[in-house]
Nanobody, 124 residues
């Protein structure tokens, strides 16, 4: 079955950077899309970014536009989220998700597989 394992979270000061990784296994992912979501305490899970594994097309939520970059390495079956200029409001658990149908968008109901999440804390 599909397994997604996130890593790279941690504590960083405002203005700093982190790179999250999502290692995917259990399938051939060429037709999939991959997404990053986050959930802050007391808030709903929200979409961050998504990428098509085949075409590399990307989609971002407005609040992180220009600061975060999603990418994939097909040889390593890994998706990355490079996060720059971090703000305290970026503090959340970040989740990787996969959609076998290749949907590149913000609706989390389309993503069938989820990782366990990695904590990102940005101090002011």
């Amino acid at each position: 079955q599909v397994q997604l394992v996130e890593s790279g979270g941690g504590l960083v000061q405002a203005g700093g950077s982190l790179r999250l990784s999502c290692a995917a296994s259990g399938r051939t992912f060429s037709s999939y899309s991959m997404g990053w979501f986050r959930q802050a305490p007391g808030k709903e899970r929200e979409f961050v970014a998504a990428i098509s594994w085949s075409s590399g097309s990307t989609y971002y939520t407005d609040s992180i536009q220009g600061r975060f970059t999603i990418s994939r390495d097909s040889a390593k079956n890994t998706v990355y989220l490079q996060m720059n200029s971090l703000k305290p409001e970026d503090t959340a658990v970040y989740y990787c998700a996969a959609d076998p149908q290749g949907y590149v968008g913000r609706r989390y109901g389309f993503y069938d597989y989820w990782g366990q999440g990695t904590q990102v804390t940005v101090s002011s």
